[in-house]
């Protein structure tokens, strides 16, 4: 029998993980897909591409390790977007890059190698549609629609099949994040049976939510949920710029700061991040994207023991800040994202705290409980003051050790029956 949260267990402690959004789109830095399909440009001009996608500075070793040095613990590629162009060797179509481009290689192969050497989860990105097949609904160059065509939507739904046996047989990814699941019914995608296939093949394998229902985790896009989703698994994918792919054009990059504060509404939520990269068509990694990971790595190092293996932490009102758990719920862990202008406080907290300390550094802080009431069952209110020199450049983790596992106040409040 299948056990989702088995499988998830994984996923759900590596929290931070560096999708890539490579392929033809790179070579004029036009939009994924979506540049042809919203009419921008000619189906004929984009597919013009396929002529400058060289990939002659491809280093998948380099990308290997830049994407551990990030502090990610997994990483998606898109092995084909809605275009239809395959970075493998797909034997059930000519449309891939050893067919159609300079590149002529397989270039997913040495990825999933590489990144497994530097002990990081391989996953791969799939569209489930294919705005270039002939077969499919949407036929991108004759503008026809075939949904009332069954046969041809059966002949499309074998090719799908034998280019998702040959991902997931040959390079047994541990994540297939699909895309483009829009366009059909789940039970047009024929999901629920896909679903049983795929874990036939590869019994770890998890799947995202774009999948109909049949997915392991959900899957917010560029926006930072203000809520928890419902699904205790979920993923925020989120580019650095505007852009998923290269766009040479696109310098609206958010900052380490920016980026890190993000990823700290995740966690503290109990989500992961996807954070994108976007190779340039020669499969280099511009600058501005090297800074940023470089810099998520300097932070994520310094602070591990808050980010990975934890759990969502306590409710907004009890600390105006991101917070995490660890594991035993024995350990409160503070964000603290701006200078404070005076001590940070804690409200509710009924645990006595064994310890304050920095995290990163194991400075020792001093707190103090003010407003306890001996006739009341309200806490009083924590105050710890951190020395400004201490502060780290982005955000800065206190970690309170408890004793027991964090029981909040959670009530009104009392008022005074006898004193």
Known sequence: MDKPEERLSWFNDAKLGIFIHWGIYAVEGIDESWSFFNGYLSYEDYM?????????????????????????????LTTKHHDGVALWDTQVSELDVLEKTPARRDLVAPFVEAVRKEGIKAGLYYSLNDWSHPDYPIHTRTKKRYTDDPERWQRFLKFQRAQLEELVTTYEPAVLWFDGDWEASAEQWKAKELKKQLLEWQPDLIVNSRLGQYGDYATPEQGVPVTRPDNPYWELCMTMNDSWGFQENDHNYKTPNQIIRIFTDCISMGGNLLLD?????????????????????????????????????????????????????????????????????????????????????????????LGKQYWSEVPGIVYINVPEDELDAQVTVIALQLKGEVELYREEGNVIESN
Not at 48 to 76: E, M, V
Not at 343 to 365: A, D, E, S
């Open 48 to 76: 013009k591409q396929l002529d400058g996608f060289t990939a002659t500075n491809y280093d998948p070793a380099y990308w290997a390790r830049l994407i551990k040095d990030s502090g990610a613990r997994y990483t998606i």
């Open 277 to 369: 990269i976007a190779p340039k068509a020669d499969g280099s990694i511009p600058e501005e994207q090297e800074i940023i990971l470089r810099e998520l790595g300097r932070w994520t190092n310094k602070h591990q023991e808050a980010i990975y293996g934890t759990q969502a932490g306590i409710p907004l009102g009890h600390f105006h800040g991101p917070t995490t758990l660890s594991k035993d719920k024995q350990t409160l862990y503070l964000f603290v994202e701006h200078k404070p202008n005076g001590p940070l406080v804690i409200k509710g907290l009924k645990n006595k705290i064994n310890r304050i300390r920095i995290v990163g550094n194991g400075t020792k802080l001093p707190h103090q409980i």
